[in-house]
């Protein structure tokens, strides 16, 4: 737990985004984080910064489409049922819908799937489309170790 901890500590870090910071969801092999970023990111930038996100912590993207996104999210969807209840099956495709309700919300949204040696990590990060306020970001560190 310590280390998904360590992990998270290193996202907020670089995205300044101790404003806000808590926890959705803390448990021993999967920990999510909800923020708001005190920089000025703009949303022609949201990607960018996604990328150099990954290269600061030196890991490797996992396209949205793919076996090993798949694998991830399933893995993430196993950590969080083992932790609560919930109601319904694992979708696969629920990351792309959400973005589509956020775009239909005015909102531009860009999120990331990449691992690390020692956890997996989903990130998203969002700002109003008029491109004004703060950018809010929600991630989830999965370790590796099931």
Aim: charged share 30%; hydrophobic share 45%; glycine share 6%.
């Amino acid at each position: 737990m310590v280390k998904l901890h360590k992990i998270a500590g290193q996202i907020v870090k670089f995205l300044d985004a101790f404003e806000g910071s808590r926890a959705a969801l803390d448990a021993q092999l999967i920990l999510i984080i909800r923020a708001r970023s005190s920089k000025n990111i703009k949303i022609d930038e949201l990607e960018e910064k996604l990328e150099k996100l990954i290269e600061h912590m030196e890991g490797h993207e996992i396209p949205e489409i793919s076996d090993d996104a798949g694998k991830l999210i399933n893995r993430m969807d196993e950590q969080i049922r083992s932790s609560m209840q919930i109601n319904g099956e694992t979708d696969i495709g629920g990351v792309s819908r959400m973005k589509k309700s956020f775009e239909a919300l005015n909102v531009a949204v860009e999120y990331k799937f990449f691992e690390i040696p020692t956890a997996g990590i989903f990130v998203a990060i969002w700002k109003d489309k008029a491109d004004v306020g703060p950018v809010y970001i929600e991630f989830v560190v999965s370790d590796n170790e099931t």
